[in-house]
């Protein structure tokens, strides 16, 4: 199934080809709607052709653009009900780091918080248990995986490709273990849900796709 990296900022979102036009997971952080209005336009994608949009976690960097790409595309959004909580209320929630880079940047996040803001947003669809995209045309599944975020979710399609969000990240040699968690210790097991379930490639969304061959974890992590 074809799935296409949409670099919103520093934050990876991503476009799945359905049976008729696309499914959109996350929105990147604010001020991202004309750099996506510009990239669906080189991929002569029509924004009316997004049919349904996925929010991995509400997070700013997933969430910061999210009103007005959902203005553009006229799509419902899908997320957890915790996380649609959060994007309805337009919290800025900044989570704990689980090293000394993720301590740091979640330290200037708790001072940033004015300047991190979105506009609230209306969740149409909220999942909490797995999920079938049959419907909006994709041969694969979202399936609740805690760790990042208590509400986090991934999209595993039916090819093994799964986009994980914050999951996983993959800008260190050292380890795919994220910098932040509000669960570190469900991660592991998430992880572990995921490549049972079939996949075989984590999509995060920060740093290049990742086979499951290569992930590596920490003793945080335990064994995958």
Known sequence: M???TVPLSYTNCYLIQAAQGWI?????????ARSFRRQLDRLDIDPQDIKLIIITHAHFDHVGSLAQIKSMCASPVLAHPRE??????????????????????????????RILGFAKTKV????????DLTPFGVAGIIIPTPGHTPGSLSVLLEDGQAIVGDLAMNFSRRTNFPIFA?????IASSWELLINKGA?????AHGRRL????????KESGSV
């Open 84 to 113: 649609a909580s959060i994007i309805e209320a337009g919290e800025v929630v900044i989570p704990p780091g689980t090293n000394l880079l993720g301590n740091m940047v979640s330290w200037l996040g708790r001072h940033s918080t």
């Open 182 to 186: 509000e669960q570190p210790a469900q």
């Open 124 to 131: 149409e669809i909220t999942v909490d248990q797995e999920y």
């Open 2 to 4: 074809k799935v296409i």
């Open 24 to 32: 959109l997971v996350d929105a990147g952080r604010q001020s991202m």
């Open 211 to 218: 086979p499951i061959s290569d992930l590596r974890g920490i």
């Open 200 to 204: 075989t490639v984590f999509y995060p």
